[in-house]
């Protein structure tokens, strides 16, 4: 099925008992057990059925199929938002003493929990000097575990060369972990370009109207941690926390996101809640329509901002002068997202003064809602890093980030050209 009817249909079936053609929400703990013996065979992960909400729900279940249906995946797990699920998906191929490789361009608090957090924990985050491959192969040694990017990174708006990120970690071995929050699948499967593990903040494009926050980790069941059983000896080893359990020989092909559900979600339990999973469905279903939206949407504001005397530049991967338009070209078909950034003639203070005169166009630090956002960086979500940091993350002090919503494209220019045209007399 393509991503319109998926994004409708996917990972559900008529309820049988009520034939509830909505997904229902199963705001439940716990399901009852037919049998001592039932019980113990679901513990052992002999049948299928659920146990109890941290491990599984049936209304996360639907969400999760619906979301690895359509990153072209074979299973996902959903989780409370899109930190818990980068969080998770790094954890369950790394060790104490490994490593894995960054490239530099990061949403502000994965950068945080990248530099930081993990670190403190005894993996090492190496951030590349750019997205280029070559940057990222030669920080590669035989302690890395995986490599990490943004398809489209937030803020920056640079494009990843997936595929290219794809041979150089298979080459060496290791899976190649994308966040595809800003592209959404209906722009861009990294699946499809060799990707290994998609991780999302459903929060956003997704769920699409700024009410739900929430992640998913999906797992492509194409890495053969098989085959480098000395380096994942978590998938290959008896897991002693889990009676036992083989995770490459009970799971099979989807033995990543197995573990993932297994070890880190039953036992540190980041839960989406079913009401936010039955949420965040209801806004997939109209995902395709939306960014279809706000694709269009976002190269009509781009040219506005391009052409306005009081803007200095504009970085849209939609623009033939943009380094990334071969990528946007490649990935996209030309087509670029409806986020971009742009800076303000007159530096700090007059950026200052179009954020505060903007009337429709709201500040906050969002994205991907049906409302268009602006946010300033440097002041909010990568206000933590160092000047050097930022420069290399793409935040430069004056650049305003726009997430061009799905209003029409007259009412969003007219506010930004009167938030404009507010900073001629600095
Ligand atoms: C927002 C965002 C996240 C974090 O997601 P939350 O749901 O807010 O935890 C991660 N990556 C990207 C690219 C994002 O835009």
Not at 138 to 146: H, P, V, Y
Not at 215 to 226: E, L, N, Q, T
Not at 261 to 279: D, E, I, K, N
Not at 376 to 401: C, D, L, N
């Amino acid at each position: 099925m393509r991503p319109e009817t998926i994004a409708i249909h996917g990972g559900y079936e008529i309820e049988p008992t009520t034939k509830a053609v909505a997904v229902p929400i199963y705001q439940t703990v716990a399901y009852a057990f037919d049998s001592a013996d039932h019980g113990a065979a679901l513990f052992n992960l002999e049948v299928e059925g659920y146990r109890y909400s941290r491990i599984s729900n049936p209304t996360t279940a639907v969400l999760e199929r619906r979301v690895a249906a359509l990153e072209g995946g074979i299973e996902a797990l959903c989780v409370s938002t899109g930190q818990a699920a980068i969080n998770y998906a790094v954890l369950n191929v790394t060790e104490l003493g490994t490593n894995i490789i960054s490239v530099p361009q990061l949403y502000g608090t994965t950068h945080t929990l990248f530099a930081h957090i993990f670190r403190g924990q005894g993996v090492e985050v190496r951030f590349a000097r750019s997205d280029r491959p070559g940057d990222v192969t030669e920080l590669i040694d035989d302690k890395t575990r995986a490599v990490y990017c943004e398809s489209v990174g937030n803020p920056a708006g640079n494009i990843c060369d997936i595929e290219a990120l794809a041979h150089v970690s298979h080459d060496y071995g290791i899976p190649l972990i994308v966040d595809n929050t800003v592209a959404t699948p209906i722009l861009l499967r990294p699946i499809d370009y060799g990707a290994d593990v998609v991780v999302h903040s459903l929060t956003k494009f997704m769920g699409g109207h700024g009410t739900t926050m929430g992640g998913a980790i999906v797992d492509s069941g194409r890495f053969p941690w098989k085959r480098y059983a000395n380096r994942f000896p978590m998938f290959n080893q008896p897991d002693l926390s889990y009676h036992g359990l083989v995770y490459v020989d009970h799971f099979k092909d989807a033995a990543y996101i197995g573990r993932c559900r297994c070890v880190y979600q039953r036992t540190t339990g980041a839960v989406l809640p079913p009401l936010s999973a039955f949420l965040l469905l209801q806004g997939i279903e109209t995902a395709p329509l939306r960014v279809e939206r706000h694709v269009v949407n976002g190269r009509r504001v781009a040219e506005f901002l391009r052409g306005h005397p009081r803007v200095e530049w504009v970085q849209y991967a939609g623009f033939p002068e943009s380094p990334y338009h071969a990528l946007a070209k490649k990935y996209f078909g030309g087509a670029a997202c409806s986020l971009m950034t742009f800076g303000v003639k007159g530096g700090f203070e007059a950026g200052k003064k179009f954020y505060d005169a903007l009337k429709l166009v709201l500040r906050l630090v969002n994205l991907g809602d049906a409302k268009s956002l602006a946010c300033h960086p440097a002041s909010t979500t990568h206000r933590q890093m160092t000047s050097e940091e930022k420069h290399k993350a793409g935040v430069s002090p004056e650049m305003i980030r726009l997430s061009v919503g799905i209003e029409h494209s007259d009412d969003i220019i007219a506010d930004l050209d009167q938030a404009l045209r507010a900073t001629e007399e600095i």
